[in-house]
Structures are given as structure tokens and as C-alpha cells.
């Protein structure tokens, strides 16, 4: 039987980007703590810290996503959306992505 889901490396980390809105801007960050908390109704819970631009929008917007990264994804990558300020920089620019529901 065929799975599309990857083996999970156990020397690497699993890590996510969460990203929300605010009016017409994104923002994203680096987060490794994303949990399921019940499956009815199907819930997770995302540590975000309170500081970041990325809790500014959620709170605002009450909306998020969850992006599941490829355990080799490059530290390029990961250093845009977890050692930068959205504050600073347009995150996304540059970033294939699609808006969800």
C-alpha cells in the first residue's frame, strides 16, 4: 500500500510556519509546537508568543494557518520566518503561497 505521507526522521526536527492576516497584509512565523487537543470537534492548539506581529493578527483577525514544513527544508528558509520581524520585512515576498479559506 502506497502512502503520500513522508517517513518522519527522527534526528530532525518537524517544524511549521503559522501565518494570519490583517486587512491586506500576511505575516508568518517559525512555530514548533502545534498540537491536536480533540478530534470532536477537530481541534488544535499553536503556541505563539505574544509579541510577535504573527499573535497581532491572529488576534485580531481570529484566523490562522498552519503550514507543515519538509523536515530538510533549508535554513534559509526557516531563518525568513523565524529570525525576522514581519514588522521589518515583507516575509512572504518572494514566497510561492496560496490564500486559503
Known amino acids: 500500500m502506497s502512502s503520500s505521507i513522508p517517513d518522519l526522521k527522527p534526528?530532525?526536527?518537524?517544524?511549521?510556519?503559522?501565518?494570519?492576516?490583517?486587512?491586506d497584509r500576511?505575516?508568518?512565523?517559525?512555530?514548533?509546537?502545534?498540537?491536536?487537543?480533540?478530534?470532536?470537534p477537530a481541534t488544535i492548539a499553536v503556541c505563539?508568543?505574544?509579541?510577535?506581529?504573527?499573535?497581532?493578527?491572529?488576534?485580531?483577525?481570529?484566523?490562522f494557518a498552519v503550514s507543515?514544513?519538509?523536515?530538510?527544508?533549508n535554513m534559509k528558509f526557516i531563518g525568513r520566518f523565524g529570525f525576522?520581524?514581519?514588522?521589518?520585512?515583507?516575509?512572504f515576498k518572494g514566497v510561492n503561497y496560496k490564500i486559503g479559506v
Do not use: C, M, W, Y
Open 11 to 23: 534526528n530532525l526536527p518537524i517544524n511549521f510556519i503559522v501565518s494570519s492576516k490583517k486587512e
Open 26 to 40: 500576511i505575516n508568518g512565523q517559525i512555530a514548533n509546537t502545534v498540537f491536536q487537543t480533540t478530534s470532536e
Open 48 to 63: 505563539i508568543n505574544k509579541e510577535n506581529l504573527t499573535h497581532e493578527f491572529i488576534t485580531e483577525s481570529k484566523v
Open 68 to 73: 507543515v514544513l519538509e523536515q530538510e527544508t
Open 84 to 91: 525576522k520581524s514581519g514588522r521589518d520585512e515583507d516575509k
